[in-house]
């Protein structure tokens, strides 16, 4: 670990240290990182003897709610009555935004502890722990809690683990390191069922969301370079599916595992009628820099944004850009 990296793991751990009650919150529409990151830091609270609610803007997917902490995150309007709070812990959260609308609950001098891994986080914190070339937040989580000196046990490695397995896409993407096998290693000493949170996380798919996947596969397209490939879901499809909005996760992956592909597009209607842009690449388009051009965001393999405009202005957009990079060979 760098000098640089022990700083902000110092200014991290001064945070937790001299707070007493702490709001801890993540990104609107969570995956696993998110709620398995948010758990995570709940544990590691209750060991430092710290109070704590848990909070995020959109339902916890219905595959993370065995994970221990999540029966506990409530929502914006279930938090929004208690006393305001002064410390914020941010996690998984790439801009202030992504954490909905959680300023009533704050004091006017509260401060927020940032803790995540994308590299087009903005540092929105007062303390900021962000470890961009980490696969996810759990991994830096796992890092934060040895240097907190907390021990590891059985519910705090599941939530870490979840975050690690899910955002590596169950160890199989390019961000799945030496670093991160041997923390997966540690926690799987801890007692983790690795067999059994797959299933759950990332085996295991409701009828609903097959049939998401089912109306989106329908409208697959390809580039006529065959190297982009894209899908829509519009509101209609998910009213048909019976879908929530977190059961169009991983979707997106379909169009980019097409051989031959290095990027796939999922296209979605919003129910305030904007259109949300998932985007994966192989190896030749760095979509985290693509859709921070579009005040977006992610990581060079996998990011989003989201656009106004009618479907035909919005896909001609997105796949001109996405067209010119491939051109240029360098993202």
């Not at 509260?110 to 303390?127: M, P, Q, S, Y």
């Amino acid at each position: 670990m760098t000098a640089a990296l022990n700083e902000d793991f110092k200014g991290a751990v001064n945070f937790l240290h001299t707070g007493e009650r702490f709001l801890v919150v993540s990104h609107v529409n969570p995956d696993g990182d998110a709620i398995g990151s948010t758990c995570a830091v709940g544990r590691i609270l209750e060991k430092l003897g710290k109070a704590f609610v848990l909070v995020n803007a959109s339902k916890v997917p219905e595959k993370f709610k065995f994970l221990p902490g999540a029966q506990q995150i409530r929502s914006l309007e279930e938090a929004g009555d208690m006393e305001p709070f002064s410390r914020v812990v941010a996690v998984d959260v790439a801009d202030a935004a992504r954490m909905g609308e959680i300023s009533p609950m704050l004091t006017g001098d509260a401060e927020v502890l940032n803790i995540d891994h994308h590299v087009t986080n903005d540092r929105f914190g007062a303390v900021n722990l962000v470890i961009d070339d980490a696969a996810a937040t759990a991994e830096v989580l796992c890092h934060l809690a040895d240097a907190l000196g907390v021990e590891w046990d059985q519910p705090l490695a599941e939530c870490l683990y979840t975050g690690l397995l899910t955002d590596t896409g169950g160890f199989r993407y390019s961000n799945t390191t030496h670093n991160v096998m041997e923390l997966a290693a540690r926690l799987l000493g801890q007692g983790v069922d690795a067999a059994e949170i797959a299933d759950r996380a990332i085996e295991t798919i409701s009828r609903s969301q097959l049939a998401l996947l089912r109306r989106a596969l329908d409208t697959l397209a390809f580039s006529e370079s065959g190297q982009v490939a894209w899908m829509w879901l519009t509101r209609q499809d998910f009213t048909e599916a019976e879908a929530a909005e977190d059961e169009m996760e991983g979707i997106v992956n379909y169009a980019r595992n097409v051989a031959g592909v290095d990027v796939g597009i999922l296209f979605r209607e919003t129910p305030e009628g904007e259109v949300k842009v998932s985007l994966r690449s192989r190896e030749v388009v760095d979509v985290g820099e693509l859709a921070q051009s579009f005040g977006g965001g992610g990581h060079a393999r996998a990011a989003g944004c989201t656009l106004t405009g009618t479907r035909k202005q919005v896909e001609e957009e997105i796949l001109v850009r996405v067209t010119q990079r491939l051109q240029r060979g360098d993202g």
